[in-house]
């Protein structure tokens, strides 16, 4: 039997086989704008400054525009709470891709990881979808994906659940999509170190700076080689430097 995730896939296929022009759910343009949610914490600000550097139309949501544009003057920066679906609506206006790099700050209450990282990120799918985005990227985590196996991760590990049903809610969802899960986060220099691809049957603890989160996240907007994918990542310090820029394509695509 086919399954949805399946035949969403199929779908696209189709669709860009039939147009025989430019692809709709390609890599993005430099015409096109990309909605940046968490541009300002500690590793969107990567996401925000990567796509800057390449070109891109950049626009932030935020919920204090003036202190955004202060850390990035070049981004466009619009208010708005992502628990909030109404307070969303004008920054979508315009967009053709959303890139969302949510974390929660509390464990329990408004910035919970309910709240946040689930609920958040259910908002901005929908919204995607709605106003016709081409794709959005989302972060989770290095194990987000082994909660479906090893149901007991998501008590011992906060925010592991609400990661992984994040995680489904997307692939169901019919956008075009990439999950980019990082092992842990680190805050050392980016683009001194490979960066490997774990599969998701063979996750292993690992490391990664933020910088180099962000590029792997910036670049699946101007990648369509990231496109209905999940890219667990760690660094690998026997890797080419960029290598992963080439490997991007050997990462097969969800089942």
């Known amino acids: 039997m086919t399954t949805r995730r399946r035949f969403v896939q199929a779908t696209i296929a189709i669709g860009l086989t039939a147009t025989g022009a430019a ?27 990567d796509l800057i550097r390449s070109g891109t139309q950049v626009r ?8 955004a544009k202060e850390r990035a003057p070049d981004a466009e920066w619009v208010e708005g709470d992502v628990r909030d679906p109404s307070s969303l609506i004008e920054a979508f206006k315009g967009i053709d891709r959303v ?6 700050t509390e464990t329990t209450g408004p910035n919970s990881p309910e709240a946040v990282e689930y609920q958040g990120n259910v ?5 995607a979808k709605s106003t016709g985005a081409q794709q959005l990227v989302m972060i989770t985590s290095l194990s987000a ?26 692939r169901d969802s019919g956008l075009a999509y990439t999950i980019v899960g990082p092992g842990g986060l680190r805050d050392y220099e980016g683009g001194t170190q490979g960066i490997q691809f774990q599969p998701e049957t063979e996750i292993k603890t690992g490391v990664i700076s933020r910088e180099d989160v962000g590029a792997v996240m ?22 080419p430097v960029n290598g992963w820029r080439s490997a991007l394509a050997d990462v097969p695509k969800d089942a």
């Open 123 to 127: 908002n901005l799918i929908d919204l």
């Open 218 to 239: 910036a670049e699946a907007v101007r990648n369509s080689a990231a496109l209905m994918k999940t890219l667990r990542i760690v660094n690998d310090a026997s890797l």
């Open 145 to 170: 994906g082994r909660v479906d196996s090893e149901p007991e991760l998501a008590e011992r590990f906060r925010g592991m659940g609400w990661k992984n049903k994040a995680e489904h809610y997307l």
């Open 99 to 104: 890139i969302s790099v949510l974390g929660a």
């Open 60 to 67: 932030g949501l935020t919920r204090s525009p003036d202190r």
């Open 23 to 49: 692809p709709k759910y390609g890599a993005a343009q430099s015409r096109e704008r990309v909605l940046v949610a968490g541009g300002t914490g500690r590793t969107g600000r990567f996401v925000v400054a």
